[in-house]
């Protein structure tokens, strides 16, 4: 089964790195085999904590060479979309759960000539994307309830994954479907089967004591096992 599972598009997410030192992070990321930067943006109103903002985001797209992949999990995304996207955002994606216009949000972030991403957070349906699903680069599926690194992986979202990968197929829609939290060595390859095509990994790389041999390992799943969630 191991050599079906392909190998996914590694995003580390810079929430769990070592704050004083972020150049050092950014440096480590486009230097190892990941393939994006990950940034979570909390406004303390949408999420229950507030992390950075706009200034970290444009100091490390300054430097940044790989692509950075802005996750908002802000209220009102629609104003600050188009300085995240001056700041070197690749991919900005906004939640589901905070747009009461999600198709104009997405519109506006394709304007600006940036990948547009939804997340959906675990709760949240994914038929709901359904009317969507089309206009978008991606999809963002929360594994833990947004605010927080280093949670524990909601085992359900693999049948949200698997769901999600079929609408895709009906509709013939050509999203990456991403999975965010909880994430690590020991589920990596369970969660590819279900059919995501981007892990993000916070605390498990970042966490780890060896960061760079962390993303090696992640990136190269057929070494891993696929039971243990
Ligand atoms: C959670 C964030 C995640 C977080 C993941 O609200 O969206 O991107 O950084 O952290 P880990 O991998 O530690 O669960
Ligand atoms: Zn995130």
Redesign the pocket.
């Given at each position: 089964m191991n050599d079906m599972i392909k190998e996914p598009l590694l995003a580390p997410?810079l929430?769990?790195a070592d704050f004083l030192h972020l150049n050092k992070a950014v440096k480590l990321i486009d230097e190892s085999e990941a393939d994006w930067l990950?940034m979570?943006v909390m406004d303390g109103r949408f999420?229950p904590n507030i992390s950075f903002g706009m200034m970290v985001v444009e100091q490390v797209g300054k430097v940044l060479e790989k692509p950075m992949d802005v996750?908002l999990?802000i209220e009102e995304p629609e104003k600050y979309v188009t300085q995240f996207a001056k700041a070197g955002a690749d991919t900005i994606t906004v939640h589901y759960e905070a747009c009461p216009h999600l198709h104009r949000n997405i519109q506006q972030i394709k304007d600006l000539g940036v990948k547009a991403g939804v997340a959906i957070n675990p709760h949240t349906p994914v038929a709901l994307l359904e009317p969507v699903i089309e206009d978008l680069d991606l999809v963002l599926v929360?594994s833990?309830n947004?605010?927080?690194?280093?949670?524990k992986f909601i085992f359900e979202t693999l049948y949200k994954i698997r769901q999600l990968r079929q609408i895709m197929q009906d509709r013939n829609a050509k999203a990456l479907i991403e999975v965010?939290?909880?994430?690590g060595l020991q589920n990596a390859a369970k969660i590819m089967e279900a059919g995501a095509d981007v892990l993000?990994?916070?605390?498990?790389v970042f966490g780890s004591e060896d960061p760079m041999e962390t993303i090696k390992k992640l990136k190269s799943l057929g070494n891993l096992p696929v039971y243990e969630v």
């Open positions: 997410s929430l769990a990950h979570d999420v996750h999990m929360m833990v947004p605010g927080f690194g280093g949670q965010d939290g909880g994430v993000v990994a916070g605390s498990s």
